[in-house]
């Protein structure tokens, strides 16, 4: 018996990374769909990992996503990333 396992299809997202100085580049990536550690999401998507990443809307409303959250990733969606820390 063989065992089936199943195929991971890549999905388009937008990533809006946004530096300590207020500068932002947007860029699609494409990347596995489904349940992914918020961890390996960031990864995914080039974001530093001690960065916030927000989940956009698509009535721009937003939501952040933990470290220790798991999310499921779809076609089209949009995330924020925004360096943590503030003045020393």
């Known amino acids: 018996m063989q065992a089936t396992r199943p195929q991971t299809e890549l999905v388009t997202v937008t990533v809006v990374l ?3 100085q207020g500068h932002t580049q947007t860029d699609d990536k494409e990347i596995p769909q489904g349940p992914t550690k918020v961890t390996e999401l960031k990864s995914e998507l ?3 990992a ?3 990443l927000w989940l956009i809307s698509k009535t721009e409303k937003k939501k952040q996503l933990g470290d220790h959250e798991t999310h499921n990733v779809k076609a089209g969606d949009r995330y924020e990333a925004l360096v943590r820390g503030g003045i020393s």
Do not use: T
């Open 50 to 52: 001690e960065s916030a």
């Open 46 to 48: 080039g974001v530093p």
């Open 18 to 20: 946004s530096d300590q």
